[in-house]
C-alpha cells in the first residue's frame, strides 16, 4: 500500500482518506479544515495541494505527497503560482473586497498545474457577506478550483457553506504521541531530554497537543518564558495547599508581577494548573491539560478540598478580569493573595 502524508501525525483515518481519494481522483472540489491552533491545519492543507500536484503519485511504494519531486517542493515552499492563500492580512475579518477579488482570478485557468487551489486562513473570521460571494464560485466552480477554508471553529461557518464544502476535523495529539515524534524528528528535543528530563516534560505538558508550539518551544527564549509561567502557577498551588506564611507568599507575589499581558498569561497558566486539581478530585484518571506527573498532581489535589479549589479558580478569573480592565497590577495581585488566603 501506498504510503500518505508520511511526515505528519496523528489524524490517521483522516489522512488514509484524503489520501483515497487524492488517488483514486475523487477529491472533493471543497473542504473546511477544521481544529484549534496548532493541530497542522495550514501542513495539511499544503500537502493535499502537494498530492494532487506530485509528480511520483502514480508510483507504487513512493509516499503521497512525496515531498521531493520538483512540484512537491514548489508548493511546500510556497512558490507556486496555483497554490493560492487567501488571508485578512491585518483585518480583523476576512471581508468580501478579498472574496470578489479571488473570484476574479479563480476564472483564470492554472498556470501550472492541473489544479488551481486556494486556500483560505482563519476562514473562521470571514463575514457573512464574504461567505455569500464564496458560495457563488462554490456552487459551479470550474473544474480545476478546489478550494480549503482553514478554520479554528470558533465561529461556524454559514450552513449553506458547510453543505458544500464537508468537514474535517483535525485533533490534537496525545502527550504520548507528540513526545514520541518530537523526539524522533528533533535534535534539539533530544538534547534537552537528556539535559533535563523535567523541563522535557514540562514542554510536552505546554504543547497541548501542538507540534507547531513544541517546535516553537524548543527555542530556549520561548520555553524560558512558558516554563517560568508554569513553575509560578505550581508555587501557587504548593502555597495554597500549604495555608502558607505570609513570609514565604511575599517573594511569590514579587515574582508574579510584571506587565499587563505577562501577568494576565501568568493567571491562565495557574488557571488550567488548579483545572487539573479540581478535575483530578473527581477521577484519578482525568485528562489532564497541565501536569505530566500524573502521580504527584493527584498528590497535590488531594491537599484542598473542592470548594478551595473552586474558591482559586473564581479568583483567577475574576483577577485577570480586573487586569483586562486596566485595574492596577500591583493592587490586584495583592487582592487575589487576601482573597485566596494567601495573605491575611
Ligand atoms: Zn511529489
Redesign the pocket.
Known amino acids: 500500500m501506498k504510503p500518505f502524508f508520511p511526515t505528519l501525525t496523528g489524524n490517521e483515518p483522516l489522512l488514509a482518506q484524503l489520501g483515497g481519494e487524492i488517488l483514486s481522483d475523487r477529491l472533493g472540489h471543497a473542504y473546511i479544515l477544521e481544529g484549534p491552533a496548532g493541530t497542522g491545519k495550514h501542513t495539511l492543507a499544503l500537502q493535499i495541494a502537494?498530492a494532487l500536484a506530485?509528480?511520483?503519485k502514480n508510483e507504487d511504494g513512493v509516499p503521497l505527497?512525496?515531498?521531493?519531486?520538483p512540484?512537491?517542493r514548489k508548493i511546500l515552499s510556497g512558490n507556486s503560482p496555483d497554490v493560492i492563500p487567501v488571508g485578512r492580512e491585518d483585518k480583523a475579518t476576512l471581508g468580501v473586497e478579498t472574496v470578489r477579488k479571488m473570484r476574479a482570478s479563480a476564472f483564470m485557468a492554472p498556470n501550472e498545474l492541473d489544479d488551481k487551489i486556494y486556500i483560505f486562513e482563519d476562514a473562521q473570521t470571514m463575514t457573512a457577506q464574504a461567505q455569500n460571494a464564496l458560495l457563488l464560485i462554490l456552487e459551479e466552480p470550474p473544474a480545476y478550483l478546489r478550494f480549503l477554508l482553514l478554520t479554528d471553529g470558533s465561529v461556524p461557518l454559514l450552513e449553506t457553506v458547510r453543505s458544500r464544502a464537508p468537514t474535517l476535523r483535525l485533533s490534537r495529539l496525545t502527550q504520548e504521541v507528540l513526545q514520541a515524534r518530537l523526539l524522533e524528528t528533533e535534535p534539539e528535543a533530544r538534547a534537552l531530554l537528556a539535559q533535563s528530563p523535567v523541563d522535557f516534560g514540562e514542554l510536552i505538558a505546554a504543547a497541548d497537543g501542538s507540534m507547531g508550539l513544541a517546535k516553537k518551544m524548543l527555542e530556549p527564549k520561548f520555553r524560558q518564558t512558558v516554563l517560568e509561567d508554569r513553575k509560578l502557577a505550581r508555587t501557587f498551588a504548593e502555597l495554597a495547599a500549604n495555608h502558607a506564611s505570609a513570609s514565604s507568599v511575599i517573594p511569590f507575589l514579587g515574582a508574579m508581577e510584571g506587565p499587563r499581558d505577562v501577568v494576565i498569561a501568568r493567571f491562565s497558566t495557574m488557571l488550567l494548573c488548579i483545572r487539573d486539581l479540581s478535575l483530578l478530585k473527581q477521577s484519578d484518571t482525568a485528562p489532564l491539560c497541565f501536569f505530566y506527573d500524573r502521580e504527584n498532581a493527584t498528590a497535590l489535589a488531594y491537599r484542598f478540598t473542592a470548594p478551595e479549589l473552586m474558591r482559586a479558580a473564581r479568583e483567577i478569573s475574576a483577577a485577570m478580569d480586573a487586569l483586562y480592565r486596566n485595574a492596577n497590577v500591583r493592587l490586584v495581585l495583592t487582592r487575589f493573595a487576601m482573597q485566596t488566603g494567601l495573605l491575611p
Open positions: 502537494a506530485c509528480e511520483r505527497p512525496c515531498l521531493q519531486c512540484a512537491c
